[in-house]
């Protein structure tokens, strides 16, 4: 359904103070979408509970990121990313996303829970959309969706390593480096 969806190359934006939030189940099914994620992706509660979160799934996301993202999760850790999402009409707005397991009374994983909030612009412009950008190339160069998804992670773990940083810090340096340029 998603990938039948054409592009307007239209951003969206939300306010500084609105937060996204979504909860999957383990296989990534919508259980539930605050009225800011219905806004802003432009579906309604009944078209969207029950679907893949990659509904939403952008094709200028690279397939490495969210490899990256899901092994952390499903490891039962939290994970900070910046995300490209597309709307229901095709139009597009950027996250800066934190997603968490979700645990029952037990102990048990049971799901997901991301909020997201309006994403920093100089972190977007640089380094997260060159960057996003070079794995998406680096993953269209190879035939295959295994190699594809092999070449892409293997980039994005040499690009995380390179820093010295893990990758939890990597995105906090992101984030810190924004906040000084804008009080520049």
Request: hydrophobic residues 40%; proline residues 5%; glycine residues 8%.
């Amino acid at each position: 359904m998603s990938k039948s969806r054409p592009l307007t190359g239209v951003e969206r934006f939300f306010e500084e103070d609105d937060v996204i939030v979504s909860k999957t189940d383990l296989k990534g099914r919508i259980t539930y979408a605050n009225r800011t994620f219905l806004h802003v992706a432009g579906y309604t509660e009944a078209e969207i509970l029950g679907q893949p979160h990659s509904i939403i799934r952008h094709p200028d996301m690279p397939r490495a990121v969210f490899k990256f993202l899901w092994d952390t999760i499903e490891a039962g850790q939290e994970i900070f990313a910046y995300v490209i999402n597309r709307a229901k009409n095709g139009d597009h707005y950027w996250v800066y996303a934190h997603v968490t397991p979700s645990y029952d009374d037990a102990g048990n994983m049971i799901g997901y829970h991301s909020n997201r909030r309006v994403p920093d612009r100089h972190v977007l412009e640089n380094p997260i959309i060159p960057l996003y950008r070079a794995l998406c190339e680096e993953e269209a160069r190879h035939v295959n969706g295994k190699k594809q998804l092999a070449a892409g992670y293997r980039m994005l773990v040499d690009t995380i390593t390179g820093t010295g940083l893990p990758y939890d810090e990597f995105v906090a340096s992101l984030v810190a480096t924004g906040a000084r340029d804008k009080a520049a």
